[in-house]
């Protein structure tokens, strides 16, 4: 727990707001030390944290470098640790030192998970590799990450999310044609920690049942083509050979962003009850019984007629106007948003998904998003804001039996 805090807590996802129910987090008991950096590794102990994981990340005695990334506060806090640092203590550590080693290997002893998405050979380095974390606690789960998976001969590179888009053919069917174009948002990394907490659950109820921990292997790589494998399964049965249409869909229509007398929408029509809806809503019914326009995909095929339908009939029409008349014939349609409109739109607020949270040195609350799964029994919720840098080192040493004048020697020797 953090701060003296109980590990009791209120729920706060949506479902029971307002009814005073207060439980325990059901991960509580279970340690996670969070080696992690960046995101992927970071945001699966995230995920644990939130179940009620007790989960200490180990820094560098100056901070790692996803704390500084994307800066928002005076003293130069991160926007991406905001979000991945919350439900989590701090401890600076430099574990490359004997002494720093004896106290990484005395918190291996009290953990029941190890998270680190670091290079291998940084991890054998480090004693973070499974072999050396077995031995110092034999039921232990050490749940790593890389970039490429282990297996070939791209295995020891080290990666980012947007090398994982390149290579699983996801970013050449993005953006126009000719213009392979990376998503602006890392979905590669954010989904890979969620599979990997997911897997590391599993691994913990294996444990319950058998005694026994195990080491566990994201990739970037891997989850990437997990997102695209419908696409590359098409083309290796077909040969398609399909390029980019920037945000049109080819498999169906109309799908594409339309502009409005006041702004974008992205419209998805597919189906066949779905299309001759549409018709009729845009004064064209004969298209459905068009014989070109059967199918989705005859009409993703002729996707730039039946767009230019739509585009008339947007243009001279509210994105409001527009929405409504979608939705009363349930046809999928949303605005395109800027980040500052989301934040501001009143669907977005009504949700109460972002949790705005303060932070000592943030010159306003933070809006963080919460447990994003919504669980009536046992819900994941934000118990603590990101931490300061070492925050917690004290605490966490006078846990392991050190005394102040001990961890003052180890602060001035820069070992912590």
Not at 362 to 386: C, E, L, Y
Request: with cysteine; proline share 6%; net charge negative.
């Amino acid at each position: 727990m953090f701060l003296g805090e109980s590990s009791s807590v209120s729920v706060g996802n949506g479902i029971g707001d307002g009814l005073g129910i207060v439980m325990s987090g059901v991960l509580d008991g279970i340690r996670v030390l969070d080696f992690g950096r960046f995101i992927a590794g970071p945001f699966a102990a995230t995920i644990l944290g939130d179940l009620g994981a007790d989960v200490i990340r180990i820094e560098r005695i100056d901070g790692g470098e996803d704390r500084w990334t994307t800066p928002v506060t005076p003293d130069g806090q991160g926007a991406l640790f905001l979000q991945v640092g919350r439900n989590k203590k701090s401890v600076t550590l430099n574990p490359m030192k004997p002494e720093g080693r004896e106290i990484m290997n005395a918190l291996v002893a009290t953990a029941d998970v190890v998270v680190a998405n670091l290079p291998p050979e940084t991890r054998r380095q480090m004693g973070l590799d499974y072999e050396s974390l077995k031995s110092l606690k034999e039921d232990i789960i050490v749940s790593t990450v890389t970039c490429f998976g282990s297996g070939g001969p791209f295995s020891d590179r080290v990666g980012f999310d947007g090398l994982a888009q390149a290579m699983s053919g996801a970013m050449h069917m993005t953006g126009p044609e000719g213009q392979p174009t990376r998503n602006s948002t890392p979905y590669v990394d954010f989904c890979t920690g969620s599979l990997l907490a997911m897997a590391t659950l599993a691994a913990l109820r294996h444990r319950d049942l058998t005694g026994e921990g195990q080491e566990l292997e994201g990739a970037l790589l891997k989850t990437a083509m997990t997102i695209a494998n419908a696409t590359l399964i098409e083309q290796d049965q077909l040969q398609i050979n399909r390029e980019a249409s920037h945000n049109q869909g080819q498999t169906a229509a109309p799908s594409d962003t339309f502009v409005t007398s006041d702004g974008l929408v992205l419209v998805s029509v597919i189906g066949n009850y779905q299309f001759a809806r549409w018709a009729k809503l845009v004064g064209r019914p004969e298209l459905a019984d068009d014989p070109r326009f059967q199918n989705d995909e005859g009409r993703g095929n002729h996707r730039n007629e039946i767009c230019g339908v739509m585009s008339d009939w947007c243009a001279a029409k509210t994105t409001d106007e527009i929405l409504s008349a979608l939705a009363e014939l349930k046809i999928p349609g949303a605005p395109v948003l800027k980040p500052q409109q989301t934040l501001d739109h009143p669907h977005v607020n009504a949700l109460g998904f972002l949790e705005r949270l303060g932070y000592p040195t943030a010159a306003k609350d933070v809006p963080i998003s919460q447990f994003p799964v919504a669980m009536t029994g046992s819900p994941g919720v934000i118990r603590h804001r990101a931490p300061e840098l070492g925050e917690h080192t004290n605490e966490v040493l006078t846990e392991l039996g050190f005394n102040s004048s001990e961890i003052d020697d180890l602060r001035s020797d820069r070992i912590i």
